[in-house]
């Protein structure tokens, strides 16, 4: 009937799962407001549990809602245990230097991780809701109805016209959303993001998140090779100012602690 979604006249299966999954996390997420509001139940970490239903409902209603296929759903909720993965191997490697220092680490310490942990939330959470959205309404739009050639209602557009951009907007995507995601539910525990942070597996996994997030904006944005270069260019561009700033940044900071010490 006129109205109805799409999916669930295609894939009622998929459709359910996304629907349920999408509704757990949106329930979830009105849970941790008003859980935000209670600093007893912060404490017993019930808050922390309530934000990780939250996030794994995302991550199902996200594989169910972004792709057609039970191999691209399996494929993108591997992306999450292998960003996941790569974090704890990473700080299993590279903090077991920095053991000792931790353990004399100061109150200034602390402050400066807390305040590195809320910019990358912010990060997170901003590349997480972009690539959720774009995931389920991906550029070109889907199609309404069957057509001649083997196409069916629901198919996204882009990938009849250009598999290629298409999947590679859609990897990008889903690794930018996985990997926003996994970071989310890292740097809600304190005893996950400390290590984490030190050894700058978070700062890692959200530059690539970030580069994912580009790379799927220069392929789903416009239809043309060309264009997609100046993007890429562009950003390019924008990343080398952003660096030769922040070596300006920190030579002056640099020199002044020196002049200090004088």
Do not use: W
């Not at 979604?5 to 999954?21: E, G, H, K, V």
């Not at 890292?186 to 993001?193: G, H, Q, S």
């Amino acid at each position: 009937m006129a109205g109805d979604p799409i999916l669930i006249t295609t894939n009622i299966r998929r459709y359910r799962a996304f629907y349920y999954c999408n509704s757990v996390a949106f329930v979830a997420s009105l849970l941790v407001i008003v859980l935000v509001q209670t600093e007893r139940l912060i404490k017993h970490h019930v808050l922390e549990a309530a934000m990780i239903l939250d996030l794994f409902g995302l991550i199902g209603a996200y594989a169910a809602g972004s792709c057609r296929d039970v191999s691209s759903s399996i494929y993108v909720m591997a992306l999450a245990g292998a960003a996941l993965i790569y974090v704890v191997i990473h700080i299993v490697f590279f903090t077991l230097e920095l053991d000792h220092k931790d353990k004399k680490a100061d109150e200034q310490e602390d402050e400066l991780l807390e305040k590195r942990r809320k910019r990358l939330l912010l990060f997170t959470i901003l590349a997480a809701t972009i690539t959720y959205q774009a995931g389920l309404t991906p550029p070109g739009g889907f199609l309404l109805q069957d057509d001649t050639l083997g196409h069916h209602a629901g198919d996204p557009i882009l990938l009849h016209n250009y598999p290629v951009r298409y999947h590679a907007f859609f990897y990008c995507n889903s690794v930018s959303f996985m990997l926003s995601i996994a970071l989310i539910i890292l740097l809600v525990n304190p005893n996950l993001y400390r290590p984490a942070i030190r050894s700058n597996a978070l700062s890692v996994c959200t530059a690539v998140g970030l580069f994912c997030l580009m790379g799927a904006y220069a392929a789903g944005s416009t239809q043309h090779r060309k264009t997609s270069i100046y993007i890429f260019v562009l950003v390019a561009v924008v990343l080398l100012v952003a660096a030769g700033l922040l070596l300006v940044f920190l030579l002056k900071r640099k020199l002044s602690n020196a002049r200090r010490k004088e």
